[in-house]
């Protein structure tokens, strides 16, 4: 997630390069795969696959597909807190990875997850109080600090701190744009944020060793022993779950009210219909479009052959709307049953924050549409995102009228 993750993943295909044209890479994506499912990009150096059947072959084959950038033939380590993250089950297989996993699992599972449930509708609540006038922007005051203030409480680390999370996360996950001005600042300051992040982390881990809390910073270190993890694979974690844990799931809120808002749904859903509809959200604008996979050995997917070493990219954006799966893949059905959508993966590395996910998206919207009318979400001249893996816009302002 830095600058020194694979440059497939991390850099804009050129025909996505422009800022305008990653508001709606669909059409790429369509017409790539009309031509192949599988293809080798020369400038990123990388195959990009396409398809539904063979990203999902991808990722359910760890033994063929490794996670670790490491395997890669032309891999090459830039330090940084890379360092920390490679060693985190996002880049472990098995067996280790399933170790990794497991320490955790616990805290994730829905059972634990739904317990959380009545905190997360209070803190949108204060949030959305929060609200002054007949304007909001949905991401600024809701879609980001809900998710950032929810795993901060999880690890045990004081929420004041959430506005320098917003900054180290967004800069760890920002792109670079081929060989764009600024590039290097960029670099620059992906470094410093991962290294003010990993002394952060620290020094709150040093902390939970002298004073156990019940947060799962303390069961992090209390599995120092049990499970083998060391100094950096602790270090390594948290980081992960800060990450992963609010850049996405601020933009599935804002993907879904952007969606709902484009569809007409603006006045909410029936309880039981919002689940199905944020569902579809992550089919059709799916908060983490791609993910990055290492060839172990010589092998073929989709037509292609593909070398051991040569690194290839999964892109779940793609899979979700590919007209073989999907029926009118670029309609935004809210209802849609089966919706088998990879937004969240699949596999080994599906995503463990998967429960937690769902449930602050359902809550906020749910919250959201309960006290206020949102008359009208700007959605054009939207600003997106600028990540070549993270799918979403930088703000979402609308008119608001209260219930
Ligand atoms: C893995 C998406 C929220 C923690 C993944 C993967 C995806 C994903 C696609 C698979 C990575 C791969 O195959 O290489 C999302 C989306 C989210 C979200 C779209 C929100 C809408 C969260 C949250 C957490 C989290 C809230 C934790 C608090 C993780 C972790 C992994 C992961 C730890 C690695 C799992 C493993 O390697 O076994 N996520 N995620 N995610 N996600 Fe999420």
């Given at each position: 997630?830095?600058?020194?993750t694979?440059?497939?993943l991390?850099?804009?295909?050129?025909?996505?390069?422009?800022?305008?044209?990653?508001?709606?890479?669909f059409?790429?994506?369509?017409?790539?795969?009309a031509?192949?499912?599988?293809?080798?990009?020369?400038?990123?150096r990388?195959?990009?696959?396409?398809?539904y059947?063979?990203?999902?072959?991808a990722?359910?084959?760890?033994?063929?597909?490794?996670?670790?950038?490491?395997e890669?033939?032309d891999?090459?380590?830039?330090?940084?807190?890379?360092?920390?993250l490679l060693?985190?089950?996002?880049?472990?297989?098995?067996?280790?990875h399933?170790?990794?996993?497991?320490?955790?699992?616990e805290?994730?599972?829905?059972?634990?997850?739904?317990?959380?449930?009545?905190?997360?509708?209070?803190?949108?609540?204060?949030l959305?109080d929060?609200?002054?006038?007949?304007r909001?922007?949905?991401?600024?005051?809701?879609?980001y600090?809900?998710?950032?203030?929810?795993?901060?409480?999880?690890?045990?680390?004081?929420?004041?701190?959430?506005?320098?999370?917003?900054?180290?996360?967004?800069?760890?996950?920002?792109?670079t744009?081929?060989?764009?001005?600024?590039?290097?600042?960029?670099?620059?300051?992906q470094?410093?944020?991962g290294?003010?992040?990993?002394?952060?982390?620290?020094?709150?881990?040093?902390?939970?060793?002298?004073?156990?809390?019940?947060?799962?910073?303390?069961?992090?270190?209390?599995?120092?022993?049990?499970?083998?993890?060391?100094?950096?694979?602790?270090?390594?974690?948290?980081?992960?779950?800060?990450?992963?844990?609010?850049?996405?799931?601020?933009?599935?809120?804002?993907?879904?009210?952007?969606?709902?808002?484009?569809?007409?749904?603006?006045?909410?859903?029936?309880?039981?219909?919002?689940?199905?509809?944020?569902?579809?959200?992550?089919?059709?604008?799916?908060?983490?479009?791609?993910?990055s996979?290492?060839?172990?050995?010589?092998?073929?997917?989709g037509?292609?052959?593909?070398?051991?070493?040569?690194?290839?990219?999964?892109?779940?954006g793609?899979?979700?709307?590919?007209?073989?799966?999907?029926d009118?893949?670029?309609?935004?059905?809210p209802?849609?049953?089966?919706?088998?959508?990879?937004?969240?993966?699949?596999?080994?590395?599906?995503?463990l924050?998967?429960?937690?996910?769902?449930?602050?998206?359902?809550?906020?919207?749910?919250?959201?549409?309960?006290?206020?009318?949102?008359?009208?979400?700007?959605?054009?001249?939207?600003?997106?995102?600028r990540?070549?893996?993270?799918?979403?816009?930088?703000s979402?302002?609308?008119?608001?009228?209260?219930?």
């Amino acid at each position: 997630m830095s600058s020194s993750t694979p440059p497939s993943l991390l850099t804009f295909p050129e025909a996505l390069s422009d800022p305008d044209a990653w508001l709606d890479p669909f059409d790429w994506y369509a017409a790539r795969r009309a031509e192949a499912p599988v293809h080798y990009d020369d400038h990123r150096r990388c195959w990009d696959v396409l398809a539904y059947e063979e990203v999902k072959t991808a990722l359910g084959d760890d033994e063929t597909f490794s996670v670790d950038p490491r395997e890669a033939s032309d891999y090459r380590s830039t330090g940084g807190e890379q360092e920390f993250l490679l060693e985190t089950m996002l880049f472990q297989d098995p067996p280790k990875h399933d170790r990794s996993r497991e320490v955790v699992e616990e805290f994730f599972r829905p059972s634990a997850v739904a317990a959380l449930e009545p905190r997360i509708e209070d803190l949108t609540h204060d949030l959305l109080d929060d609200v002054e006038g007949d304007r909001m922007d949905v991401v600024d005051a809701l879609a980001y600090p809900l998710p950032v203030i929810v795993i901060a409480e999880l690890l045990g680390v004081p929420s004041e701190d959430r506005d320098r999370f917003r900054e180290w996360s967004t800069t760890m996950v920002a792109s670079t744009d081929g060989d764009g001005e600024g590039n290097g600042d960029l670099q620059q300051r992906q470094m410093q944020a991962g290294m003010e992040l990993a002394s952060y982390f620290g020094e709150l881990i040093a902390d939970r060793r002298e004073h156990p809390r019940d947060d799962l910073v303390t069961r992090l270190v209390e599995s120092e022993e049990e499970a083998g993890f060391d100094e950096t694979e602790l270090l390594g974690f948290c980081m992960l779950l800060l990450i992963a844990g609010n850049v996405t799931t601020t933009n599935l809120v804002g993907n879904a009210v952007r969606s709902f808002a484009e569809a007409d749904h603006l006045s909410g859903f029936e309880p039981d219909a919002l689940g199905p509809a944020v569902e579809e959200v992550l089919r059709y604008r799916a908060p983490v479009q791609a993910m990055s996979r290492v060839a172990t050995v010589n092998t073929t997917l989709g037509g292609a052959d593909i070398a051991a070493g040569d690194r290839v990219v999964c892109w779940l954006g793609a899979a979700n709307r590919d007209g073989a799966k999907f029926d009118a893949p670029d309609t935004f059905v809210p209802d849609r049953t089966p919706n088998q959508h990879l937004g969240f993966g699949y596999g080994t590395h599906y995503c463990l924050g998967a429960p937690l996910a769902r449930l602050e998206a359902t809550v906020a919207l749910r919250v959201l549409f309960e006290r206020f009318d949102l008359l009208e979400v700007e959605t054009d001249d939207l600003t997106p995102v600028r990540s070549s893996f993270i799918y979403g816009v930088e703000s979402l302002p609308a008119r608001i009228e209260r219930r």
